[in-house]
């Protein structure tokens, strides 16, 4: 019985043993993919520095510009994509954001949301959606009717 302990201890020390060099192998994997995720964040960083946003870009004036042509939903992709850049370098009060939002939609809906005189961004992006999604059904309704081809 004493040999059979020995065995067995013998054999969970290998066992462990065995895993620990297991372990050590996967951590010097994971040391040596953090080394390299290193150098590509550096790699990043420099190709950022080098061509990314410049002291000149005007994301204001951008953002100002900004029009709608497809759907609401590609709007306020853009727009939100806009913002987020000028509010990195600026501030523009909720009541702004809301006017620059609205100013950009197509006519037809700018005047919809514009009556209803949202006071946040986002009721002028849901008003918006509204109003598009009611529009589009609306075209669907006369294109089934022959009213348009």
Known sequence: MGDECVEMLAN???????????QQQTLKEL???????????DHI???????GPMEFDDNFGDLTKLKQIGIVREYEGYFERLLSRWLRVG????????????????DHLRVNVQALKPT????????????????HSQLIQRRKKGLLN
Request: hydrophobic content about 45%; charged content about 10%; aromatic content about 6%.
């Open 91 to 106: 501030r523009l009060p909720p009541s702004q954001q809301v006017g620059c939002f609205i100013s950009g939609l197509k």
């Open 45 to 51: 960083a420099g190709l950022y520095a080098r061509y």
């Open 12 to 22: 969970e020390v290998a066992n462990l043993a065995s895993s620990v060099s297991s």
């Open 31 to 41: 040391q040596e993919m953090i080394a390299a995720l290193h150098a590509h964040l």
């Open 120 to 135: 946040s961004l986002s009721s002028a992006v849901g008003l918006a959606r509204l109003y598009g999604a009611k529009c």
